[in-house]
């Protein structure tokens, strides 16, 4: 039977994306405020208060009328502001790729507003059900002046929301994003890895197969740790996150063997998925900007300028991989890591990165030069000997993609320029590459 601990861990991992989280929880709050400044209206402070509001306020037919138009006005904006939502949504699938779509429905700041939409117009429901209007009269005047504070602050949230759908539609504007995410899980990473051992020598530990098909999305750490500290294992998952698994595959390996209701409690803590978010794994980030890139190059698009910023952003995220090992860790036990995470190799990131880029673009020098200065970036800092050898194989193959479908005399001779930078590098990020051969009846 799965623990409490999973189904709930597994439940806020889902909750936590999805756009209705925030405005829930927010309009609880809102209902929560309504009800506390309803039980200040009893008390003869408020009574006090109200002799200082304007006579507006303290009128039941004027109070509802105020409240009414609110309601109205605030319903107006609100669906003014999911009809604003869908087309940027349908904008980004079409425009960049549809596997960002993810990250911009789980936007914080676009899930506050509709909140505090929903929770406004809540609370003025609640308000205008109370005020009677019969002998003798009576009128939330404070909660009504509450009101008309919330409505100031939802037209100023239209204002921050206007901003943040401008901002959503522009491509430097996503892809800033999802280099930050990245750039963010990678730090947290290297920060785990500074105080953790080598990752294990686990080929000939016991295994655990998988029983549920999906993608591996995430752990719970703290159930999968009580288990780990209690019987003194070390854990080496088998797959990278991301990685989609059947019945049957090797899932993770422990130091020692598990009986059958361990088995149990160590794959209920296993969480399965069909998304990604930038800030989950660093090859999330990149995966998604490398997308960009080659919907960007693609005919429909013809917007090579945003190929080539997602490539430097990748080179930056690529050179900070340096000397990181390829595996994370995690379920800390007294300072010792007990589960050990594979993490996408500098070969296998480049496959799944710069190649889809440089067989889109191969007909393009620009983003073909681009790529080249992308791997010169990454060669920079401390990369290990092999992150340097899978660099330098990228390289060779972006040169012989651009002999083989560059042309022109003239962008050959830039292509050779990009390559002629890289063989400046000394030692061993020296590459081990030609220059691609110019027709000798051209200048040159």
């Given at each position: 039977?799965?623990?409490?601990?999973?189904?709930?861990?597994?439940?806020?991992?889902?909750i936590a994306a999805s756009i209705a989280f925030y405005p829930v929880m927010i309009s609880a709050l809102y209902a929560l405020i309504a009800a506390a400044i309803l039980g200040?209206?009893?008390?003869?402070?408020?009574?006090?208060?109200?002799?200082?509001?304007?006579?507006?306020?303290?009128?039941?037919?004027?109070?509802?009328?105020?409240?009414?138009?609110?309601?109205?006005?605030?319903?107006?904006?609100?669906?003014?502001?999911?009809?604003?939502?869908?087309?940027?949504?349908?904008?980004?699938?079409?425009?960049?790729?549809?596997?960002v779509l993810p990250g911009l429905i789980s936007d914080t700041r676009n899930r506050v507003i509709l909140g505090i939409y929903l929770g406004s117009t809540l609370y003025y429901l609640l308000m205008i059900s109370v005020i009677n209007t019969n002998e003798p009269p009576s009128i939330p005047s404070v909660g009504l002046a509450l009101g008309l504070l919330m409505g100031i602050l939802n037209l100023a949230m239209f204002v921050v929301f206007i901003r943040s759908v401008s901002q959503s539609i522009q491509v430097d504007w996503v892809l800033?994003?999802?280099?930050?995410?990245?750039?963010?899980?990678?730090?947290?990473?290297?920060?785990?890895?500074?105080?953790?051992?080598?990752?294990?020598?686990?080929?000939?530990?016991?295994?655990?197969?998988?029983?549920?098909?999906?993608?591996?999305?995430?752990?719970?750490?703290?159930?999968?740790?009580?288990?780990?500290s209690k019987r003194g294992l070390i854990g080496a998952i088998q797959v990278e996150p991301g990685f989609f698994l059947v019945e049957g595959h090797p899932l993770?390996?422990?130091?020692?063997?598990?009986?059958?209701?361990?088995?149990?409690?160590?794959?209920?803590?296993?969480?399965?998925?069909?998304?990604?978010?930038?800030?989950?794994?660093?090859?999330?980030?990149?995966?998604q900007m490398a997308e960009i890139a080659v919907k960007a190059i693609s005919p429909a698009?013809?917007?090579?300028?945003?190929?080539?910023?997602?490539?430097?952003?990748i080179g930056v995220l690529l050179q900070r991989i340096g000397g990181v090992p390829p595996y994370d860790v995690g379920c800390f036990d007294g300072g010792t890591a007990r589960l050990f995470y594979p993490q996408l190799a500098m070969q296998r990131m480049l496959?799944?990165?710069?190649?889809?880029?440089?067989?889109?673009?191969?007909?393009?020098?620009?983003?073909?030069?681009?790529?080249?200065?992308?791997?010169?970036?990454?060669?920079h800092d401390s990369p290990s000997d092999e992150q340097i050898e899978a660099i330098h194989d990228e390289i060779r193959?972006?040169?012989?993609?651009?002999?083989?479908?560059?042309?022109?005399?003239?962008?050959?001779?830039?292509?050779?320029?990009?390559?002629?930078?890289?063989?400046?590098?000394?030692?061993?990020?020296?590459?081990?590459?030609?220059?691609?051969p110019v027709d000798s009846h051209h200048p040159g």
């Open positions: 039977m799965p623990a409490t601990s999973n189904i709930l861990f597994r439940l806020f991992k889902r200040f209206e009893a008390t003869p402070l408020a009574g006090s208060l109200a002799e200082h509001l304007p006579s507006g306020l303290k009128d039941p037919d004027t109070g509802r009328e105020i409240l009414g138009t609110l309601i109205t006005s605030i319903i107006s904006l609100m669906v003014f502001s999911f009809s604003m939502v869908m087309v940027v949504l349908n904008g980004a699938a079409a425009r960049l790729t549809p596997r800033n994003q999802l280099y930050e995410g990245a750039y963010a899980n990678l730090e947290k990473r290297k920060k785990r890895l500074a105080r953790a051992q080598p990752f294990p020598a686990a080929q000939d530990w016991w295994c655990l197969p998988a029983a549920t098909p999906g993608y591996l999305r995430s752990v719970n750490e703290q159930r999968l740790g009580e288990l780990l993770i390996r422990f130091s020692e063997p598990l009986n059958e209701q361990e088995q149990a409690w160590a794959l209920d803590c296993f969480d399965f998925h069909n998304s990604e978010f930038a800030d989950a794994n660093v090859s999330y980030g990149l995966r698009i013809n917007d090579p300028g945003s190929a080539m910023r997602a490539v430097n952003l496959e799944t990165v710069i190649a889809p880029i440089r067989v889109y673009a191969s007909q393009d020098p620009l983003v073909m030069i681009t790529l080249l200065q992308c791997m010169k970036n990454a060669l193959a972006l040169r012989d993609q651009a002999d083989a479908e560059v042309s022109n005399w003239r962008d050959r001779h830039a292509v050779n320029d990009a390559i002629e930078r890289l063989l400046k590098l000394e030692g061993r990020k020296h590459p081990q590459v030609a220059r691609i």
